[in-house]
């Protein structure tokens, strides 16, 4: 079978139909490709409307949702599958959404592709629970197929707007504050901010500021000092710089300022931030304060007494201590307070008077009262003083006692006039009691003396005869202490005039040498030579140096040494009276001058010798004083005033 050749025309029409087919496989890949494209942006643009910041809402032309990206669904508080199919109008509140609806109408009529939100007004959001929130919204519209799309991009500016707040509340805080804040450039030195503070009190506008720097303000700074204080804020040595200097106003008027700056970075840039307090005030009250201290460093010091602050433990542990308190204790301030080498409750206050200061203390700090007694001390020289105290205890918020402040002055001499004041007292009683005494037992005495004598004369035997004369003695002894009493009693007016004490001296000696021979006593005198007279009574110092001598002699009943010593001072001639007896007891020495106060066996004293003494010799602006050593003897020591002018 024979196949004829397609005739030409045949093949020019299949050649033809293979093109065509051709070109339509090319144009199905074309379409494929493009499809598999489109698919694959819209999977692109898919991807980052759900992976943007901000949310992304598109709706079509009945305004309802047809995407809500993942942002969206953050910011509401929704989930796309609750606001797909929905009009957008859930997300504006109720009072906003009409007039938002019909902003979104004009916009898609006026065919702009697209417009910011909220250009006049602030855009308002409400999130599924209720809360409202402002918003930054931007709006563009799309047509395809003959539908409008509009894609809604909403920003939550909620932080951006807490921040702004923020930031303007702290602007207005630093710009109203009392304190100067400066802001300068960092290469230039110029003002960049001040604040109302600093403007109001220096004087300038910000304008006149801004062309200023900081050497404008200060007149004490040089530039090359200047540059050296904000050296170390350069180069990042310190992070802030204090000093204290001098501002000058606009008006030449300067004050006491005090600087703390820093280096910040503002914008990109470099500038220093200076914070100034005006120290006007607390100059002027750093002035009182010095002043105040001053004066009160000067009454503490010239009070007669010591102030201190101490704890409530019984070694009174000082906090703080007057100067004053070594004029009182011999012991300096730091001695209590910073070395605490004295202790003032256990080695300052005498241990017999401890236990009953600190019941007494006590007692008054349980009823939260102020508290005073009187006790002694014992200073750095082993002088005892008699000190009264006044105090307070410092109470904490709680009622517990966190520290006691007192005052203690010295009244040792107080004391001894008060105690002299008594013994005058008793004196004066004594006197009227002797006088009357001596009165009504003198003349019985008399009679019974001369009896006895008449009796004696005519006894008949020896034992009578020894018996009268013990009856004499002891009347003859009671007639001496009656006449000791009336001496004492009479206080007879002293008839002063120059007196040579030597010559007195010599008297009385010549009287005892007879009772010196019989006790074995031997007497050494010293007179210095040319001694000057004394202003006295002869008859009184005739009885001064006959009851010392006659004291003496009784303290050395077993023989001895008896030293007299007469010498001139400067305004006082002394007379040392010194025995090697038995001595006085340091606890009775304070008592010796007292009324009847003896430190002789019964029957041989009566104790009123070294009080008419001691009584003399104040009548005559003298004085005398007494030391002893139990088994070594005992010293007395008389001065008396010379005697100047007319008299001499």
Not at 302 to 324: A, H, K, Q
Not at 514 to 528: A, C, L
């Amino acid at each position: 079978m024979s196949h004829e050749p397609p005739s030409p025309d045949l093949q020019y029409e299949i050649h033809l139909l293979r093109q065509e087919l051709a070109e339509l496989r090319a144009v199905q890949a074309m379409h494929k490709e493009a499809r598999d494209g489109l698919e694959a942006s819209e999977q692109q643009l898919a991807g980052i409307i759900h992976s943007a910041m901000d949310a992304i809402i598109i709706i079509d032309g009945d305004q309802r949702i047809v995407i809500f990206n993942a942002a969206a669904e953050e910011i509401f508080q929704c989930s796309a599958q609750e606001a797909l199919g929905n009009t957008l109008d859930q997300f504006i509140p109720i009072l906003l959404r009409s007039a938002h609806r019909e902003h979104i109408r004009r916009f898609a009529e006026t065919g702009a592709t697209s417009r910011r939100m909220g250009a006049n007004m602030e855009i308002s959001g409400i999130r599924r629970n209720g809360e409202t929130f402002p918003l930054e919204a931007s709006i563009s519209q799309t047509e395809q197929l003959g539908k409008r799309w509009l894609t809604v991009i909403l920003r939550d500016i909620s932080q951006r707007k807490q921040n702004e707040e923020r930031l303007s509340y702290l602007g207005r805080i630093l710009d109203e504050s009392v304190n100067e804040i400066y802001l300068f450039d960092a290469t230039t030195l110029r003002f960049t901010q001040v604040n109302k503070g600093a403007r109001e009190n220096i004087g300038y506008s910000m304008e006149e500021l801004c062309v200023m720097t900081p050497l404008d303000l200060k007149p004490d700074l040089s530039n090359e000092r200047y540059l050296e204080v904000l050296s170390p804020l350069r180069t990042g040595q310190r992070e802030q710089v204090d000093f204290r200097t001098s501002h000058r106003r606009k008006d030449g008027t300067s004050y006491p300022v005090e600087v703390h700056l820093q280096y910040l970075q503002e914008e990109g840039r470099r500038v220093f931030l200076a914070i100034i307090l005006d120290l006007t005030e607390r100059v002027a009250t750093e002035v009182e304060l010095q002043e105040s201290q001053r004066t009160l460093s000067t009454l503490l010091t010239n009070l007669p007494g010591m102030v201190y602050r101490c704890e409530n433990d019984r070694d009174w542990t000082m906090e703080f201590i007057s100067p004053s308190c070594q004029i009182l204790t011999g012991f300096s301030p730091d001695q209590f307070v910073e070395t605490r080498k004295v202790s003032y409750g256990r080695q300052v206050m005498l241990q017999e008077d401890r236990q009953r200061v600190w019941q007494d203390r006590q007692e008054a700090l349980k009823d939260r009262k102020p508290f005073q007694f009187t006790y002694r001390i014992r200073t750095s020289d082993g002088t005892i003083k008699w000190v009264w105290e006044q105090g307070c205890g410092i109470f904490s918020e709680t009622g517990v006692v966190v520290g006691i402040e007192g005052y203690v002055v010295d009244i040792t001499q107080q004391r001894a006039l008060e105690e002299q004041l008594r013994k005058t007292e008793r004196l004066a009683e004594l006197g009227t009691l002797a006088s009357g005494m001596a009165h009504e037992i003198g003349t019985p005495m008399n009679v019974i003396l001369g009896r006895a004598e008449l009796l004696m004369r005519k006894a008949p035997d020896e034992p009578t005869r020894r018996g009268l004369e013990t009856i004499v003695n002891q009347v003859e002894r009671i007639t001496k202490i009656m006449n000791q009493l009336l001496s004492f009693a009479r206080k007879r007016p002293a008839e002063r005039q120059g007196v040579n004490l030597e010559v007195v001296m010599i008297d009385v000696l010549d009287v005892l040498q007879e009772r010196f021979g019989k006790q074995h006593i031997q007497v050494i005198k010293t007179v210095s030579p040319h001694l000057p007279k004394v202003l006295a009574d002869p008859d009184h110092m005739n009885q001064v140096f006959l009851n010392l001598i006659l004291n003496a002699c009784q303290a050395m009943s077993d023989g001895g040494t008896l030293s007299l010593t007469l010498h001139p001072t400067d305004d006082t001639v002394e007379l040392t009276v010194q025995d090697t007896g038995s001595g006085i007891p340091q606890e009775q020495l304070s008592k010796i001058f007292d009324p009847f106060f003896s430190t002789k066996a019964v029957g041989e004293g009566t104790g009123l010798g070294l009080t008419v003494v001691h009584g003399i010799l104040q009548e005559h602006q003298g004085a005398i004083r007494v030391t002893s050593v139990p088994g070594q003897g005992t010293t007395f020591i008389v001065s008396l005033p010379i005697c100047r002018g007319r008299e001499a």
